[in-house]
């Protein structure tokens, strides 16, 4: 991908993402596309493809439900993910 390519890519995700939140009514939330995509391709990598879709649904549940805690705890259940994602690398190893 050029780089052409890749700051359309990153235009196009910016503008959806904020499409989006405002039409979700959550026009201010923090959102890090990088920072999401990163680990939805850490679980597409270690499980499956479709596991990406699912890890960032329940990461948000989790942010959801934590409430005023929520930066905390998605912190968490990142690192979660990525000790999961480890585990399950290094037993495809052995």
Not at 16 to 38: K, Q, T, Y
Not at 61 to 72: L, Q
Not at 76 to 94: C, F, K, M
């Amino acid at each position: 991908m050029t780089d052409r390519d890749e700051e359309q890519t990153q235009r196009t995700l910016a503008e959806w993402a904020d499409e989006l939140a405002r039409e979700l009514g959550v026009a201010d939330a923090p959102v890090d596309i990088d920072e999401i995509l990163g680990i939805a391709g850490t679980a597409a990598h270690s499980v499956l493809r479709p596991a990406a879709p699912l890890t960032t649904y329940l990461l948000g549940y989790v942010a959801g439900r934590a409430g005023s805690g929520s930066e905390v705890a998605l912190a968490e259940a990142v690192q979660t993910v990525r000790r999961l994602a480890a585990e399950r690398g290094s037993s495809r190893r052995e």
